[in-house]
């Protein structure tokens, strides 16, 4: 069975700190790793990292795949009060080639205090 | 564009009734995934959809069943209701299912809020 293991659980920063979150997972056949940002409901898409893609940079947001020790980070850099929000990281079917059975991490809940 | 839409948005119910969740994904999207998120588990998958056949189910009991139509919409039911069902309930959507088109993002909805009294 798949697995995905997120750190730190939580953590507070302050404005203009910038942030590392942490994702390691297990997996049978890997295919690729996604961030998504979850701010009140919705989960938002953020990343998706591949073999042939190994890192991924948005703005204020850049994000790694190591495949050799079977994990990704997240950085953000220069926080804001609108980067608070739960970081999941997530993995698709092993067995499949569809995205739309994933498995998540617990998330990473990310508070920016001003 | 209109988002993913899910109704109702909050209920409450009480153990042993049942109850229907609806999603209308973006139009045009024909993929349609459901998930359960809880303080405790996070969010798990429950099924995928793609042209009204059930792609791949998770590890839930046979309470939890889920079905597409034609339009792509897509229900959830769960029955007999446990108070361990209470959660938010996502549906997402995705234009493709597979291929080498699939960027692998998924459009969430904000979700059902399902309490059980």
């Known amino acids: 069975e798949d697995k995905v293991v997120q750190s730190p659980l939580s953590l507070v920063v302050h404005e203009g700190d910038t942030v590392t979150l942490n994702c390691s997972y297990e997996?049978?056949?890997?295919?690729?790793l996604l961030w998504y940002k979850q701010e009140k409901k919705a989960p938002t898409f953020l990343f998706m990292l591949?073999?042939?893609?190994i890192e991924k940079k948005s703005g204020r947001l850049s994000s790694i795949l190591d495949k050799k020790e079977l994990s990704s980070i997240l950085n953000i850099t220069a926080t804001q009060t609108g980067d608070s929000a739960i970081y999941l990281c997530a993995v698709p079917n092993a067995g499949g080639t569809s995205y739309g059975k994933l498995t998540f991490g617990q998330g990473t809940i990310l508070t920016v205090h001003p | 564009k209109a988002g993913v839409t899910q109704t109702p948005r909050y209920l409450i119910k009480t153990r042993g009734q049942q109850v229907t969740l609806s999603c209308s994904p973006i139009?045009?999207?024909?993929?349609v995934s459901w998930y359960q998120q809880t303080p405790g588990q996070g969010l798990q998958f429950l099924f995928e959809?793609?042209?009204?056949?059930?792609?791949n189910k998770g590890n839930f009991p046979g309470r939890f069943s889920g079905r597409q139509f034609s339009n792509s919409r897509s229900e959830m039911n769960v029955s007999t209701l446990e108070l361990g069902d209470s959660a938010l309930y996502l549906c997402?959507?995705?234009?493709?299912?597979?291929?080498?088109?699939?960027?692998?993002?998924?459009?969430f909805g904000e979700g059902s809020r399902l309490t059980v009294l």
């Open positions: 139009s045009g999207h024909r993929s």
């Open positions: 997996v049978t056949n890997f295919r690729s």
């Open positions: 591949t073999s042939s893609g």
């Open positions: 997402a959507s995705s234009p493709y299912h597979e291929g080498p088109s699939n960027t692998g993002e998924l459009f």
């Open positions: 959809y793609f042209s009204e056949t059930q792609r």
